[in-house]
């Protein structure tokens, strides 16, 4: 079956950065637009970053541009966020999830990980 697994997130101070990763396995990695998204508490499961698989365009968030960078490798099967000048404010739960055919639309994508706690102390 198709799983997506999360890790890198912490604690960390704001100014400072975190790299996520995403593994994936059980799809065809390489056709599938890898997107991340997060849910801070009492608030909507909100897009991230999302990069496409015909194309590597890619795509964020006002909130994340310029500070977030998203990749893939597809001969690792797995998606990469960059996290730099992090703020209090992306205190969140992070997922990566799969899309085969959307970028920005959280209900149309297919499968999803189980998240990573991000943390960013002020």
């Known amino acids: 079956q198709v799983q997506l697994v999360e890790s890198g997130g912490g604690l960390v101070q704001a100014g400072g950065s975190l790299r996520l990763s995403c593994a994936a396995s059980g799809l065809t990695f390489s056709t599938y637009n890898m997107g991340w998204f997060r849910q801070a508490p009492g608030k909507e499961r909100a897009f991230v970053a999302a990069v496409t698989w015909r194309t590597g365009g890619q795509y964020y968030a006002d909130s994340v541009k310029g500070r977030f960078t998203i990749s893939r490798d597809n001969a690792k099967n797995t998606v990469y966020l960059q996290m730099n000048s992090l703020k209090p404010e992306d205190t969140a739960v992070y997922y990566c999830?799969?899309?085969?055919?959307?970028?920005?639309?959280?209900?149309?994508?297919?499968?999803w990980g189980q998240g990573t706690q991000v943390t960013v102390s002020s």
């Open positions: 999830a799969a899309s085969r055919n959307v970028v920005r639309t959280r209900n149309e994508y297919d499968y």
